[in-house]
């Protein structure tokens, strides 16, 4: 592949769709970036419309997606709500919260929320021109697949937005699913000729074996569509950190690719995986750490093996609590504790650790007695925490950030920070996300875990850098957009826009929105 002169003038911007949701659409965003970046160009990311549970508080007081928060970091930014103007966060199958330039804006149907796309288009076309302005280059990611059709009316995340911005498009397709050619050539087939003179070219993503074996495809693909293929991208272990969905994420039943244990013992971390669990991503940090096996449970012959429980974040706490009782996983949460065997709540699941649940204002319709570990009542408020506080626990300063309805109305544990949290021994409790991810406090917490568990023979390994271990996944993100993918011709789609001579792929669906 190409590489293009570094320090080279750049502007302009790209918006990267994919042919199916977890195709690489965040990934490779953020590589685009990583490897701007190096380049000496500024730039920022952009996701119109974004729809996960597992978000982050921006420094500005807002939430966005947590993807959006990575590609931040890839840019060298601090995350911020212009790069994700509008989150939704599903509560349930038909259901979603909506969170409008960081904040909570009422709660929609999937058809009420079609109402509301057309003033949202006016919010996310205005916050993308005012990134335009201030970076030289924005890297829009899409959001499901642009070929959804039934969809597309409405769209402000995919070619609707490519079209009210000027944006060419890259789509990217997984490899690894199978059938990569035919949802490339098909993701353009479906399109307006107007939608299709916005794609550019194709990435294929996660790609192990020969490139020789795959070039024919490409050529034939390349006759059947005008666009050429921007690069392959291989298949990388090492990436695996922020990831969108959790379980993309784990590999037979293990999340991340742990090292080996620095002493004769592991520990084994069972994180229930609630039907709404949100801001799964805060097991990443104990994932990082040798010797440490960190794995979703969802029934309860799991929670007998573990030496660890987590129970996350919920975006539907009473619903997921009321899940946990029925699955038989409370039962065997309760009896790990009541041994004496170590128990941690972060957000939705330190609450579920407590006495009771009040929801007098409706935010979850109806209110629950909680597992009674912790000494603590919890009322849910109609307004949101957004915070980033800082603090000390056991003697280590620590930070994180809050998204939280439910306010800690009573408790009558030791804290486990300052001002905030619960410390019952083998039971614990935070409503601090991104606690985990600073590294002394975690290595004195996998320390009393293994005392309390009788893992007499692990030893927690003395450097593990959680920040290190991120940057460097960003580092091969960018490495591999700078190896792989044609970056000559990326950088002119960037600053040019899609060629206008390419030919329209005629299907008897593409008409004209």
């Known amino acids: 592949m190409s590489h293009a002169t570094v320090g080279t003038a750049l502007r302009g911007a790209l918006l990267v769709a994919g042919t199916t949701s977890d195709a690489g659409k965040s990934a490779l965003v953020a590589g685009i970036c990583r490897w701007l970046v190096r380049q000496g160009v500024s730039v920022a990311p952009f996701k119109a419309q974004n729809m996960s549970n597992n978000s982050v508080v921006t420094a500005d007081g807002g939430e966005i997606g947590r993807a959006q928060a990575m590609q931040a970091h890839a840019c060298g930014l601090e995350p911020s709500v212009a790069f994700n103007p509008v989150l939704l966060k ?53 959001a499901g697949s642009p070929a959804e059709i039934n969809l597309r009316a409405t769209d402000i995340a995919n070619m609707g937005l490519a079209q009210a911005a000027d944006l060419p498009v890259v789509v990217v397709g997984d490899i690894d699913r199978g059938g990569v050619l035919a949802h490339l050539f098909g993701t353009v087939a479906v399109l307006s000729p107007a939608d299709q003179a916005r794609i550019a070219g194709f990435v294929v993503n996660k790609f192990r074996g020969d490139p020789a074996l795959l070039a024919p495809g490409l050529d034939q693909l390349r006759a059947l569509t005008g666009r050429p293929t921007l690069g392959v991208v291989p298949w990388a272990d090492g990436l695996w950190l922020d990831a969108e969905d959790s379980l993309a994420a784990v590999t037979d039943g293990v999340l991340g690719r742990p090292a080996a244990a620095h002493g004769a013992q592991w520990l084994r971390v069972a994180v229930v995986r609630f039907p709404r669990i949100s801001n799964a991503t805060d097991a990443e940090a104990l994932a990082c750490e040798p010797g440490v096996a960190v794995r979703y449970v969802t029934e309860p012959s799991r929670i007998e093996d573990a030496d660890l429980v987590v129970l996350p974040g919920s975006k539907a706490t009473v619903a997921d609590l009321a899940w946990l009782r029925r699955t038989g996983l409370a039962d065997a949460v309760v009896a790990h504790a009541k041994a004496g065997r170590p128990v941690l709540g972060i957000c939705g699941g330190y609450q579920m650790l407590g006495r009771v649940i009040a929801d007098p204002h409706g935010v979850e319709g109806g209110s629950a007695d909680g597992l009674g570990l912790l000494d603590l009542d919890v009322e849910f408020a109609a307004d949101k925490v957004l915070a980033n506080p800082t603090g000390t626990a056991w003697g280590h300063e620590v930070g994180g950030y809050e998204i939280h309805h439910g306010r800690v109305v009573r408790s009558g544990d030791p804290l486990l920070l300052d001002g905030e949290g619960s410390d019952a021994g083998a039971v614990l409790g935070t409503h601090w996300h991104g606690l985990l991810e600073n590294d002394g406090f975690r290595r004195a917490l996998l320390v009393r875990v293994a005392e309390q568990a009788g893992r007499s023979g692990f030893r927690v390994a003395p450097d593990t850098s959680f920040p290190a271990e991120r940057a460097a996944q960003l580092d091969l993100l960018g490495d591999l957009v700078a190896d792989h993918l044609d970056t000559a011709a990326l950088r002119h789609v960037i600053g040019h826009g899609t060629p206008p001579d390419l030919p329209t792929v005629t299907s008897g669906l593409a008409r004209s929105p």
């Open 90 to 142: 599903p509560g349930s199958d038909r259901s979603s919260q909506v969170v409008v330039l960081g904040r909570a804006q009422g709660t929609v149907s999937a058809m009420s929320y079609r109402e509301r796309k057309a003033a949202l288009l006016e919010v996310v076309t205005a916050t993308l021109a005012d990134l335009r302005s201030r970076f030289d280059v924005v890297v829009c990611e899409g």
